[in-house]
């Protein structure tokens, strides 16, 4: 696992955090790398200084451009889920965000790829993810439907924002056992779901999960 830059802990003290690492062994959170990793990850650096009083508390904050940095709660669940399977070596994520879930992710994955569709964002998460030393993710402007084919195909797919229908376009960028999660439905009735590829087949298998809330998936590119 990186060892992270630790910066600005002055912020926060490390109670807090072990208040939230606690909460989520509460919540079903089992797998203690997903635990350390988000115990390592500084997450008032990945929000505005207004908010850094709240960073550690188990709930969504907003980062501007009508997008939020997820619960906690959420991110560990989904790093569990990609990891359920064992080590992924490529995982591409859609909706790099501020950084928060790429940062948890890049500590327990060999290779993060990352696309995300509003430019300042994506502008801010490189630099927050530079200033904790994380290395080892890839990112990109682009629309997060369409996925990265060029660096495909992938063993994990995962996406903090729900479309309404999974995109075929995500599918097929997935590896033979590969798989994607991702919270689908319209607004007020999204449910997080995981879509196994079938060993070298092109066929998939869907799996509910729980209830979930994330913004929606949107097309095109904001700069």
Not at 116 to 123: A, N, T
Not at 158 to 166: F, G, N, R
Not at 215 to 223: A, D, M, Q
Request: glycine share 8%.
């Amino acid at each position: 696992m990186n060892q992270l830059k630790q910066r600005g802990i002055g912020m926060t003290s490390q109670r807090t955090r072990e208040r939230l690492i606690s909460r989520l062994r509460e919540e079903g959170i089992e797998n203690q790398d997903v635990l350390e990793a988000i115990r390592n990850t500084p997450r008032h650096l990945f929000v505005d200084e207004a908010l850094a009083h709240r960073a550690y508390e188990d709930t969504a904050l907003p980062i501007g451009y009508s997008q939020t940095i997820s619960q906690p709660y959420i991110v560990a669940r989904m790093t569990e889920i990609a990891l359920s399977q064992g080590k992924p070596d490529r995982l591409l994520e859609i909706g790099t965000g501020c950084g928060y879930q790429t940062a948890v992710l890049a500590q327990l994955v060999s290779r993060v790829f990352s696309v995300e569709r509003i430019e300042p964002l994506l502008d801010r998460a490189i630099e927050n993810l530079a200033q904790i030393g994380i290395s080892n993710v890839v990112c990109k402007l682009a629309d997060g439907k369409m996925g990265w084919e060029d660096r495909g195909p992938f063993n994990v797919i995962l996406s903090a924002a729900a479309p309404e229908k999974v995109p075929p376009e995500l599918l097929d960028q997935l590896a033979p056992d590969g798989m994607l999660i991702i919270p689908v439905g319209p607004e007020g009735k999204q449910v997080l779901a995981v879509v196994h590829r079938q060993g070298e087949a092109k066929e998939y298998k869907t799996y509910e999960m729980e209830p979930v809330r994330f913004v929606p998936l949107l097309s095109g590119v904001t700069r």
